[in-house]
């Protein structure tokens, strides 16, 4: 568990191996407040979430685009972001706030989580994993998926971000 912002943001890192040990529900719960609590344009919170922990289910969602997201079927759980691009046009910006600010509420509970991005993705047939993962989850047409969220206990150890490594030559002050 981090004490402080600046060491939760350094320890966050991706995790795409999970043990077999289920999450308490007290922290998918704060996970999910988490999402909640997250800033959205206008204060619309025109966000859905879907949560998933059917073994069965995680395994499809794992199948919903051709690469980088297998590892889904080794987590806890998942959580599917939705939003709905009609009531709000900040939908995908709203719902990758969402997503990170439970990425980070899993860490400082001393959990893993990857990041799957499923807009724009799909199968190599050109199903879209938007079309797959509305098949399993029975989402409704006006909703779209941005991304699934694993979450798991940690089976892999990950070194925190190299402080030496930070690109500060990407940052800009005044004028590009």
């Given amino acids: 568990m981090s004490n402080d912002f600046k060491t939760l943001v350094q320890m966050r890192r991706s995790h795409r191996k999970f043990t077999d ?11 999910l407040r988490a999402a909640l609590m997250s800033p959205t344009s206008k204060g619309v919170r025109a966000w859905q979430f879907v949560v998933v922990d059917d073994k069965m289910d995680l395994e ?22 939705l939003g709905d691009p009609m009531q709000n046009d900040c939908w995908v910006e709203d719902g990758t706030i969402a997503a ?7 860490e400082d509970l001393g959990l893993g989580s990857c990041w799957v991005q499923m807009r724009g993705r799909g199968l190599s047939d050109g199903t879209t994993a938007d079309t797959v993962i509305r098949g399993i989850l029975d989402i409704p047409e006006n909703m779209s998926v941005l991304c699934v969220v694993a979450f798991g206990h940690k089976a892999d150890v990950r070194q925190p971000q190299n402080e030496d490594k930070l690109k500060w030559e990407n940052v800009h002050v005044g004028k590009y």
């Fill in 21 to 31: 040990e289920e999450i308490d529900p007290e922290q998918v719960k704060l996970i």
């Fill in 60 to 81: 499809k969602l794992s199948d919903a685009k051709t690469m980088g997201g297998q590892f889904i079927k080794g987590a806890a759980m998942a959580v599917v972001v």
């Fill in 100 to 106: 990170i600010s439970m990425q980070y509420q899993a």
